[in-house]
């Protein structure tokens, strides 16, 4: 009998590498992040061992210069982590980024630190008139002028080029920041120094409160106002609050270095708000003790523009006559009502504690006209309180932000829209909703 020879079925070589990785055998696709060992450096290239010899991967040195790495800072035997560029190559290689790595980790590293609020150092690379360009965890970001502490500020007005050489001398040193806003979609990076300081800000200021009458020195001088400094923290008197007379630059009330004395008006966010004409009284009221809303005055017509007339009441007092309080009926042009020179006979509407001028009416002692159609006299609301916009209950900012738009009476606010008191300078649409809604009460 003749013995069968037993024939033996081998394996596909294919088979036994799944079999030694246990069947886990992965593809790896573009923009994947893949370790490997490094097995040779050669002029050009690195080249990398990738799951034990299944893969070969190239990085260029081109792409390590353009990161300010070089070849001889790796090592054969040294692991590199990278992005795959290129999952097989024309030549059977897989290219590799290490830039794409990089940004990758930095976008993880920062959108953690965002995730915990964490504090830490940037270095900074470079400026420009905008802020700083700072660098973290292998990312640039941007560090704007507005984000930057107090003292950082460059305090030299509307000069972009002095702003620009203060900034500079920034450049190459570290800065403790926050991350403000962070996409990586959009590549999007904002660092704030200022909010990394807030915690700071907060401890430092908790012994002092609206009202204080406290000592500083002048740290800096700017177009809209003047710096203090109050020891570890700092305020700014803006323009409108360093004298009760005009001030054509806050440099003729005050020089760096020199003592002040000033008083606490606002403590909102990480700012101080500081005034100095506060400690002195308002010179306007003691002008005006003999006038009172609702007074009837003569004044005499001294100038007429556009949006209304101002007219003399005595040596010392002003008063301005809206060209809605002119007339009951729609005028454009107040010269077609008065002229320079004219006598008045006038009502007080308002007493102008912030633009320091009387709220004047001449319609107010006057008749409306009928209307031709038969239609009813046209309603004139109450002079006097009841008119005036104090009575309103609006902040002292919005209703000087209205005065100044020729805007002195409630019968001046019911002929604006909505829309109307939104396009008005320093008001908005929240402040035009407010301003609504107190009309509505």
Known sequence: MIAMATKTKSKHPFAEILESKGGDLR?????????????????????????????????????LAEEGIVAPDFKVGDQITAS?????????????????????????????????????????????????????DGLRGFLPVSQLAPEHYPRVGSDRDEILARLAEFEGKTMTVKILDLDKNINKLIFSERTARREEF????????????????????????????????????????ISWDKVNHP????????????????????????????????PWLEVIKDFKVGQEVEGLVTQIMPFGVFVKVNEKVDGLIHISELAHEHITDPGTVVKEG??????????????????????ALT??????????????????????????????????????AGINSVEDLSKKTEAELESIPGIGKVSAAKIIASMKK
């Open 27 to 63: 593809i790896y696709k573009e923009s994947d992040l893949v370790t490997g060992t490094v097995t040779a450096i050669t002029n050009n290239r690195i080249w990398l061992d990738i799951d034990d010899g299944r893969f070969i991967g190239i990085i260029s040195n081109r792409e």
């Open 84 to 136: 795959v560029l290129i999952p097989e190559s024309e030549e059977g290689f897989m290219v590799l980024s290490i830039r794409d790595a990089l940004q990758n980790q930095g976008w993880e590293a920062l959108e953690a630190r965002k995730a915990k609020d964490e504090i830490f150092d940037v270095k900074v690379v470079e400026a420009n008139r905008g802020g700083l360009i700072v660098e973290a």
């Open 202 to 241: 907060d401890k430092l200021v908790s012994g002092i409160k609206v009202g204080d009458v406290i000592e500083g020195k002048v740290s800096g001088i700017v177009d809209f106002g003047i710096f203090v400094s109050l020891g570890q923290l700092e305020g700014l008197v803006h323009i409108s609050e």
């Open 251 to 282: 440099g003729d009330f005050a020089k760096v270095g020199a003592t002040v004395k000033v008083q606490v008006i606002g403590i909102d966010d990480d700012k101080i708000s500081l005034s100095m004409k506060r400690l002195e009284s308002d």
């Open 342 to 363: 004219d006598r008045l006979k006038v009502k007080v509407i308002d007493l102008g504690p912030d633009s320091h001028r009387l709220g004047l009416s001449l319609k």
């Open 367 to 404: 008749k409306p006209t009928m209307v031709v159609s038969g239609a009813p006299v046209v309603k004139v609301p109450p002079v006097g309180v009841k008119n005036s916009l104090d009575q309103l209950g609006l902040s002292a900012g919005v209703v000087k932000k209205l005065r100044e």
